[in-house]
């Protein structure tokens, strides 16, 4: 069984930052595509940022130049570094990721998800 566990999310004051991680974990023999995505209520969900094993990445235009994402491809893991943090960030941030097991069939994961506040 492959699962994505995530960690990071809470309640932060406008202007403020956190840090969002996720680790894939079991029966895994590679990761492609890495990323985030988020829900707030009533709204579509929608790509925050995304980015390749080789380091190729996509952002949002809502959080360019505010929001970083990286990964430890040793670790099967990635994070979304957030900065400069708006009420309007306040969603239920997602986890994602391509996967390929070790009995190559190639899966998409989901995390749980994360609940992220901007409030003052």
């Known amino acids: 069984q492959v699962q994505l566990v995530e960690s990071g999310g809470g309640l932060v004051q406008p202007g403020g930052s956190l840090r969002l991680s996720c680790a894939a974990s079991g029966s895994i023999f590679s990761i492609n595509v890495m990323g985030w995505y988020r829900q707030a209520p009533g709204k579509q969900r929608e790509l925050v940022a995304r980015?390749?094993?080789?380091?190729?990445?996509n952002y949002a235009d809502s959080i360019q130049g505010r929001f970083a994402i990286s990964r430890d491809n040793s670790r099967n893991a990635v994070y979304l570094q957030m900065n400069s943090l708006k009420p309007e960030d306040t969603a239920v941030y997602y986890c994602?990721?391509?996967?390929?097991?070790?009995?190559?069939?190639?899966?998409?994961?989901w995390g749980q998800g994360t609940l992220v506040t901007v409030s003052s």
């Open positions: 994602n990721a391509n996967v390929v097991t070790t009995s190559l069939n190639h899966l998409e994961l």
């Open positions: 980015m390749t094993r080789g380091g190729n990445t």
